[in-house]
């Protein structure tokens, strides 16, 4: 902090000259910048000098110290921190210095602790009033480093909430807004590809590819109109300007989208609002800008959207035959992925047969729903590790952050197929036990009189149902089965050396030739033709 100065006016020399000699101000900081002997040379010094402090007699010739500190004032000058001499007789004089703005006020004769004390407050004062002029020009420097951030924030606000014109002019004014208070229109613009789940980037390059977007459309906007650019979330900025007509904006946006296509390789989308005369409509206008930009979900990226091109269908949803989910949700748990491809494809073509699309968020939801019901069938029969999955891709689902539909319906066709195959593996798992329990209830029962109706409700089947999964998973029918085994049986039997007519009704037959007839017909050659064969005897 730089060194503090102080003159010394007075009539009487003896009084100035004690007042330095007797006090050392350069151990106080304080440095002496000059002295005079009346009101004329005290004004002159003051004005050439410009003291902090000023230590002054109220009456000396050419002029009093009263009318000296006036004169000042009245010129819009400041005289520093002004302590006034005067004797008691001069009360009046005091009060006037009062009135003018004087630190303090001591009364002759004084000693020259009482002129140490008071200069030394005056210090003090000086010392705290530069300390905060510091932190103000800081401040006010901070303030103006920050303005084009608080001029961002500003129009995030403005574009969610309105403004009246007579609070706004204030604002737009401490802020610098270089824009007309009048005569909008909104752009949503956002960067294309960016989407949830999508290989990661650096850091680095994608803020750098952000900044260079914006910077391009700023350099865009600034040739052709008055403007902001500002970032609205990561992938998504706010572009609003003056404009008259709507086309001029419409053109600007394209031009924005071109410029950022040729010079930072990036595909932007872009929605356009309508007209907004006055500052409270731009958050209508923004609203709108947004509804365009969301139907990028059927244009596809690269697309520049404007509200007044979207014909709404009021009253209409897009929606699907009942029928079609019912047969989709069969086809699904029996494992048919023939079947559910084919109506998803179904589904898909109705719902986006209309002339004019009908709300993205809309449509969003109802392909929401279908993969929920999807989920529902498939959840019941999932594993562990699949259910976090399918948990995972309905939640990516839900929050809906899609940039086209055919984004979505893929993901969608992901969730029906990868769950069809899921339950076609299952279903072949749990047949095979089924089968293989019935199996084993046949082999402890050769000898009995078995029946298909007998093993189905042995593994809780219908006998139809088990007929078919049966051969399907084996090859041939439960009879021609029970009959092989039987016949394997046999041989075992007939090499062990039982009697032919004791295997007979070991294995549940009750008639010898038909039994031998069936073991020929399996094994090419009778009982004891076999028996013969392979140990050697007399027939039986």
């Not at 103000?136 to 574009?159: G, H």
């Not at 029996?334 to 968020?361: H, M, Q, T």
């Not at 929050?399 to 195959?421: A, N």
């Not at 029946?451 to 399907?472: D, I, R």
Request: overall charge negative.
């Amino acid at each position: 902090m730089s060194e503090i100065t102080m003159c010394v006016i007075d009539d009487v020399i003896t009084v100035i000259d004690g007042i330095l000699r007797k006090i050392d101000w350069a151990k106080h900081g304080i440095a002496i910048a000059g002295t005079a002997v009346n009101g004329r040379e005290g004004l002159r010094l003051i004005r050439e000098k410009r003291p902090d402090i000023v230590l002054t007699d109220i009456r000396m010739p050419f002029g009093s110290g009263i009318d000296m500190v006036r004169e000042l004032r009245n010129r819009g000058e400041s005289p520093g921190k002004v302590i006034f001499f005067s004797g008691y007789s001069d009360f009046a004089y005091a009060q006037e210095s009062v009135r003018l703005g004087a630190f303090d006020y001591v009364l002759k004769p004084f000693t020259v602790e009482q002129i140490e004390d008071v200069v030394l407050r005056a210090k003090v004062r000086i010392e705290a009033e530069r300390a905060e002029q510091l932190d103000r020009l800081a401040l006010e420097r901070k303030l103006r480093e920050s303005l084009p951030y608080l001029r961002q924030e500003y129009f995030r606000l403005l574009i969610r909430h309105e403004e009246l014109p007579e609070r706004a002019a204030d604002k737009w004014e401490f802020l610098g807004i270089d824009m007309e208070p009048r005569g909008f229109v909104a752009i949503a613009a956002q960067i294309d590809g960016w989407k949830e789940g999508s290989p990661p980037m650096p850091v680095s390059e994608v803020e750098l590819s952000r900044f260079a977007v914006q910077n391009i459309m700023e350099e865009t906007i600034d040739r052709q109109a008055k403007g902001i650019v500002f970032r609205e979330h990561l992938e998504q900025f706010v572009i609003l300007i003056n404009a008259v007509e709507h086309s001029d904006a419409l053109a600007l946006a394209e031009a924005c989208r071109d410029n950022v296509s040729r010079f930072a390789k990036r595909d932007i989308s872009i929605g356009v609002g309508g007209l907004a005369e006055a500052i409270g409509d731009i958050a209508m206008s923004y609203g709108q800008a947004r509804t365009a930009l969301s139907y990028q979900f059927y244009f596809g990226g690269g697309s520049v959207i404007s509200y007044r091109d979207i014909e709404r269908q009021v009253g209409m949803t897009p929606h699907y035959s009942p029928d079609k989910e019912t047969e989709l949700l069969y086809c699904l748990r029996s494992g048919n992925r023939e079947g559910v491809e084919r109506l998803l494809d179904g589904i898909f073509d109705e719902c986006l047969k209309y002339p004019a699309p009908p709300d993205p968020e809309i449509m969003a939801n109802l392909f929401y729903g279908l993969a929920f019901a999807m989920y529902r069938v498939i959840a019941e029969k999932a594993g562990p590790e699949q259910r976090q999955w399918l948990d995972e891709r309905l939640a990516a689902m839900k929050r809906g952050r899609y940039s086209s539909t055919g984004e979505l319906i893929g993901d969608v066709k992901e969730l029906g197929l990868t769950g069809c195959e899921w339950l076609l593996k299952r279903q072949k798992s749990d047949a095979g036990q089924l089968i293989h329990q019935a199996i084993n209830y046949a082999s402890g029962r050769l000898g009995s009189d078995l029946t298909v109706q007998e093993c189905a409700a042995a593994v809780h089947l219908s006998p139809s149902y088990f007929s078919n999964l049966f051969k399907k998973e084996i090859g041939m029918t439960f009879m021609q089965y029970v009959t092989n085994a039987r016949m394997e049986a046999a041989k075992k039997l007939l090499l062990e050396g039982m009697q032919v007519q004791d295997i007979t009704f070991e294995l549940g037959y009750r008639d010898r030739p038909y039994f031998s007839e069936l073991f020929k017909k399996h094994t090419g050659m009778t009982p004891t033709e076999f028996r013969s064969k392979y140990v050697g005897g007399a027939a039986d």
